[in-house]
T-cell receptor, first 115, second 112 residues
């Protein structure tokens, strides 16, 4: 099992540019979560999907952020336009909703730096 | 709003000593998780606790849950350097498909 796959692993961009982060969940998992980690705010849930449908996007900080899950094996998190305060590590996690433990498995993360 | 508080946030200890990390949460939840994160790495699941009185152990780490007190503990026995990491507790927001609310993490350094 390859685990959750995220790309790119590192992204450096300039303020105002569009950034797209990608995630492939573990095969067979039907829930996908996007989290952001910063020193100041810790780990925050941004949005999550069940069966490709967005369930709760209340953690998305602004309209500049958007997320999609066009199929069960792919999700994107887009920031447009990006700002320096968006610099963080973005984690994707997946889970099989009906497992006993509802355990979430995290990807390696994308470290985003906005200059 | 669910709040999760960990303490201490930073802990430096010597090898061979015992210590406990505490995790308090503000509202009823049906599950609690402990994760480990090494610098620059992802989060590794350590324990999942589902019921009051649940206790789980793996090597030198033992986690417990008291749902009435809304408290979980992560106990480290005879610490070794390899356990140096940041430890997070996270609480499910309820139901079967919700995201997790994380504590701030406990940065643990174990010195020889």
């Amino acid at each position: 099992d390859a685990g959750v796959i995220q790309s790119p692993r590192h992204e450096v961009t300039e303020m105002g540019q569009e950034v797209t982060l990608r995630c492939k969940p573990i095969s067979g998992h039907n829930s996908l979560f996007w989290y952001r980690q910063t020193m100041m705010r810790g780990l925050e849930l941004l949005i999550y999907f069940n069966n490709n449908v967005p369930i709760d996007d209340s953690g998305m900080p602004e309209d500049r952020f958007s997320a999609k899950m066009p199929n069960a094996s792919f999700s994107t998190l887009k920031i447009q336009p990006s700002e320096p305060r968006d610099s963080a590590v973005y984690f994707c996690a997946s889970r099989f909703q009906f497992s006993s433990y509802n355990e979430q498995f995290f990807g390696p993360g994308t470290r985003l730096t906005v200059l | 709003e669910l709040k999760v508080e960990q303490n201490p946030l930073f802990l430096s200890m010597q090898e061979g000593k015992n210590y406990t990390i505490y995790c308090n949460y503000s509202t009823t939840s049906d599950r609690l998780y402990w994760y480990r994160q090494d610098p620059g790495k992802s989060l590794e699941s350590l324990f999942v606790l589902l019921s009051n009185g649940a206790v789980k152990q793996e090597g030198r780490l033992m986690a417990s849950l008291d749902t009435k007190a809304r408290l979980s503990t992560l106990h480290i026995t005879a610490a070794v350097h390899d356990l140096s990491a940041t430890y997070f507790c996270a609480v499910g927001r309820g139901g079967g498909a919700d995201g997790l609310t994380f504590g701030k993490g406990t940065h643990l350094i174990i010195q020889p």
